[in-house]
């Protein structure tokens, strides 16, 4: 008996090591997935003190914004912001929303994601940014709305960027979602590789 318990001995070890080290990583990935969705939602549920407070303005655009300012006759008294801060999980890549006080438009932009941008492609950011300024009005906000929102911003910022920067633009931040596309993708990038045709033939 005594010999047989000194050979179980070890594969019995072996097994109780195993199943402890599969329960360490179980519990080691348990707990990164918690704290991911966490830090998403505190992010997401962020007051807009908090999310200007994270983020620091950037005045490499104002030229842009000027000239936009004019083309869109936006009014004088409305300030237009541009904040780079850690807002990947609060706007994804960028985001514009108006603001009280001071009235006006706040762009929130990732810094990460800015980082990675040519100037042609912050151009083009800031321009489909400011874009959303033209989206017609709709009844029902649902996803074919919004799908026409990023098209129109995209078509805007054409203006001020070449259509190819747009399409590069998309792909980086498709990038930054490890490739999965957003909903409306291949209609914007339809809609930015007939800007370019259209371009080429006159
Ligand atoms: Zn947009």
Do not use: C
């Amino acid at each position: 008996m005594a010999g047989e318990n000194s050979v179980k001995q070890p594969a019995q070890l072996r097994l109780l090591l195993l199943l402890l080290f599969i329960t360490l990583w179980l519990f080691l990935i348990f707990t990164i997935l918690v704290t991911r969705k966490n830090f998403k939602q505190e992010q997401g549920s962020m007051p807009l003190e908090v999310i200007v407070g994270i983020g620091k303005q950037n005045l490499e655009h104002e030229n842009l914004i000027s000239r936009i300012r004019d083309d869109l006759k936006i009014h004088k008294n409305l300030e237009i912001k541009i904040l780079l801060g850690p807002y990947r999980y609060v706007t994804g890549e960028g985001l514009l929303i108006f603001k009280l006080k001071p009235p006006g438009f706040l762009m929130l932009i990732d810094k990460d994601f800015y980082q990675k941008l040519t100037p042609e492609e912050k151009t083009a950011l800031i321009a489909h940014e400011l874009g959303h300024l033209t989206n017609k009005p709709v009844l029902i906000n649902d996803i074919t709305a919004n799908i026409q929102f990023q098209i129109e911003a995209d078509t805007y910022a054409t203006k001020y960027a070449p259509p190819e920067a747009l399409i590069s633009l998309l792909d980086k931040a498709n990038f930054m979602h490890d490739g999965v596309k957003p909903i409306g993708y291949d209609l914007r990038i339809q809609n930015l590789q007939k800007i370019k045709l259209d371009n080429q033939a006159h």
